[in-house]
């Protein structure tokens, strides 16, 4: 008969013995990650900077264990990161999803910024802090962080810096639904440029965020008729800001359910640029969508996935980055539901949303809507439930939130 208090005894011994090796383990572990983190101050140049990053992100398991040790290491006094460390730090956060600890190494870096009084990196900080409060949707606190800038004094290029800081402020007061402030604070800057362009086209972009579409057309059209008349500008200059204003008030023609003014604006587009796929996609999707030429429709979204595929080949994509738009295979999945030819479209939805840039509102509730015509009930209905939680990026996505209850509903009667 076996000593039961021996071979518990044994127990104990191997147990602690597995413990403390797990600890020392992980106490190296630790040592090592706050080595790594500690060399990010060393690092200088644009060039480095931007590898840095891009590695980095590619290992994102262990860069989200760094990420973690330095949060807690930067809240040391003093904390022990220099600017580039810091920018670095909330660079990988945020393209990580890790929002929050971009935000905190975003603010560290701002202050490091300031402290040494960059206008370079004070400006490089805010451009990638404002864009993170605005994912956020965090409107009110990149307001005030706009409008400390503006009352900044550090040196004359700043303070040419800062009617680009004004117009991120605008844009903010917007998305608040400050909207009188915001027309105000335009209108004034369109006064100061006079017979400019840039300003105006500020101007349409508000109108449209208050959901004045007219009003935002007839900016966005005085826009390109001011591009035209600017001789400062070189041409090549001038076709692009054309080219995105034109492409911008497509969108609005579409929230106006105005769609021939949409496809012209897009089909100007494509003359000057046939193998552009955004352009093609879009054509395709606003068509279909509306149940307008779906044949033309789908030759259009299938070029933009073939002509996607040949620019992937013409630049260094990494292997996992080699993938079709998920975008563009939802518009293939939506113009062939709309031909009726549920098993592909099914196909290519399926195939959207396992990129993460397809897990989008309307993609998931486009695959719902596939799974009803194809009978698979439980399916849709779990897809609807699941998108109700998403966040949503924009006022259509509102819009088809509400949509997609009354859908829910009717299903689970």
């Known amino acids: 008969m076996l000593d039961s208090r021996r ?25 090592d990650l706050k080595e790594k983190a500690l060399k990010l101050n060393s690092i200088t140049g644009d060039d480095t900077v931007a590898g840095t990053i891009k590695e980095m992100v590619k290992d994102a398991e262990n860069s989200k264990k760094l990420l973690k040790l330095a949060a807690t290491m930067a809240q040391q006094k003093p904390q022990p990161f220099q600017y580039n460390a810091t920018y ?50 965090k409107f009110d606190e990149a307001e005030k962080i706009c409008q400390e800038l503006l009352d900044l004094e550090i040196d004359p290029k700043f303070a040419e810096a800062k009617l680009f800081v004004l117009e991120q402020m605008i844009q903010f007061k917007a998305k608040q639904g400050k909207i009188e402030e915001a027309t105000r604070l335009t209108e004034n800057l369109i006064k100061l440029d006079e017979g400019g362009w840039y300003f105006v086209r500020l101007k349409a972009w508000v109108l449209h965020e208050a959901g004045k579409y007219k009003e935002s057309v007839d900016a966005y059209l005085d826009t390109i008729k001011l591009l035209g008349e600017n001789k400062r500008m070189k041409a090549d200059e001038k076709e692009r800001w054309e080219e995105r204003t034109r492409y911008i008030l497509s969108s609005v023609f579409v929230d106006m359910n105005e769609i021939d003014k949409a496809a012209e604006q897009l089909q100007m587009l494509l003359k000057k640029k046939p193998d552009y796929p955004t352009y093609n996609n879009d054509l395709g999707y606003i068509w279909a969508d509306h149940d307008m030429k779906l044949e033309e429709s789908e030759k259009l979204i299938r070029k ?72 698979e009930k439980s399916e849709a209905i779990a897809i609807w439930k699941k998108t109700l939680d998403l966040e949503p990026a924009n006022k259509r996505d509102l819009k088809r939130l509400d949509e997609i209850r009354k859908k829910l509903k009717a299903a689970q009667k």
């Open 88 to 137: 670095i730090l909330a660079r990988v956060a945020r393209d990580l999803k890790e929002l929050d600890t971009a935000n905190t190494f975003f603010t560290i870096s701002a202050q490091l910024a300031l402290n040494v009084r960059s206008t370079k990196k004070l400006l490089e900080t805010f451009d990638g802090r404002i864009s993170l409060l605005y994912e956020m949707k």
């Open 7 to 31: 071979l518990v005894g044994g127990f104990i011994a191997i147990f602690v013995a597995v413990l403390f090796a797990n600890v020392a383990a992980a106490a190296d572990d630790e040592a």
């Open 304 to 375: 933009a996935i073939d002509d996607d595929r040949k620019q992937r080949k013409t630049v260094s994509v990494p292997p996992e980055e080699d993938k079709d738009n998920a975008a563009y295979l939802d518009s293939l999945g939506w113009v062939l539901f709309k031909k009726k030819q549920y098993p592909e479209a099914k196909k290519h939805l399926l195939e959207a949303v396992k990129d993460k840039d397809g897990q989008h509102i309307e993609i998931f509730d486009h695959l719902a809507d596939v799974h009803m015509a194809l009978g």
